[in-house]
């Protein structure tokens, strides 16, 4: 399916079932990471002991940034000072702005760095737009289980597919 919309790696996986061999094989260094439904359920505070272990091993290999659209910078900065990584919050995804900010402060070449998250509308078509890999993962529930019937994003796939 062609789509202006699109991942370079719609993986069906929940985050913590992305290989990191696999990313360094797609020449990744950077990544920048969405927050909610990504590394948790936007109706919780914990973050699951497996995203954690997760982002604990991407630090070894990759550089690091959250990047959410969630205007409360008090939910994401507990979170980014939880995993210990930068952060910005309000990200306006998929206006470039932002992201073009983040990706100039990692300081990379652009074909090393991709974007992971659950949306297609926000994150996929940010990093679209900033020519940098996207990876779509599957959106966590409360409980930090991948969600099985995601509705925003079949809508969203089929959207994308009438905006070719
Ligand atoms: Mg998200």
Redesign the pocket.
């Known amino acids: 399916m062609n789509s202006i919309v699109k991942a370079h790696w719609d993986s069906k996986l929940p985050i913590y079932d992305i290989s990191h061999l696999k990313l360094q094989k797609k020449g990744i260094k950077s990544l920048l990471i969405?927050?909610?439904?990504?590394l948790l359920s936007r109706q919780s505070n914990v973050i699951p002991l497996n995203v954690k272990k997760w982002i604990r091993e991407s630090k070894k290999l990759f550089s690091l940034y959250l990047i959410s659209?969630n205007p409360s910078d008090e939910r994401i900065r507990k979170i980014a000072k939880e995993l210990d990584i930068r952060y910005k919050s309000n990200a306006l995804k998929p206006r470039k702005k932002i992201t073009l900010d983040v990706i100039s402060e990692m300081n990379e070449d652009i074909k090393n760095i991709a974007i992971i998250?659950?949306?297609i509308f926000?994150?996929v078509m940010v990093g679209n737009r900033c020519n940098i890999q996207t990876i779509l993962v599957k959106?966590l529930s409360r409980k930090g289980l991948p969600l099985k019937l995601n509705l925003t994003l079949i809508l969203e796939k089929l959207i994308s597919i009438f905006l070719k």
């Not at 969405?34 to 990504?38: A, I, K, L, R």
């Open positions: 969405d927050v909610d439904g990504t659209n998250g659950d949306r926000t994150d959106r």
